[in-house]
């Protein structure tokens, strides 16, 4: 259900955003997002998520392409836009907290709204590499157990 993710958010008033302001939202999560993409871990990784697909912080975009996204998204998931309102609303509060040197949780976890492949495929090739350093070791343990055994049948 999704209600648990947003349950501290219900009662958070949602405005109707011109198009003027949600460029203005899209630009200042943008340069969050190229400044310290580290904030949003601020958010649950499903609020982070809501949000990418909303605003698009991590895609460059001029105004009338965010528009045409918006209607685009918003046609496709009449509700993300009241969602993502919500969530860019206890975000901001949330900032404000941490620049006022209050105690905020941050949750570790930092979402993309797609895939680093290039960091899938650096941790494909680590893995590649580390198991096949364990099967090695595996093989000469296996491989000295066995020359061990037959010696000392001999």
Request: glycine share 2%; charged share 25%; proline share 5%.
């Amino acid at each position: 259900m999704v209600s648990c993710y947003f349950s501290n958010l219900e009662n958070v008033p949602v405005p109707r955003l011109s198009n003027n302001e949600y460029y203005d939202r899209h630009d200042y999560l943008r340069n969050l997002w190229l400044t310290d993409e580290r904030l949003f871990s601020l958010l649950k990784p499903v609020q982070q998520l809501e949000l990418h697909r909303y605003y698009q912080p991590d895609h460059e975009m001029n105004q009338q392409d965010l528009k045409l996204y918006r209607a685009q998204i918003t046609k496709a998931e009449p509700s993300l836009p009241a969602r993502a309102s919500k969530i860019y609303a206890h975000f901001a509060r949330r900032l404000e907290s941490a620049k006022s040197g209050d105690m905020v949780a941050v949750s570790g976890v930092l979402m993309r709204s797609e895939p680093d492949y290039r960091r899938l495929a650096r941790a494909s090739i680590n893995l590649a590499r580390w198991q096949r350093e364990r099967v090695g070791k595996m093989q000469r343990v296996c491989q000295d157990g066995y020359k061990q055994s037959s010696q000392s049948k001999a």
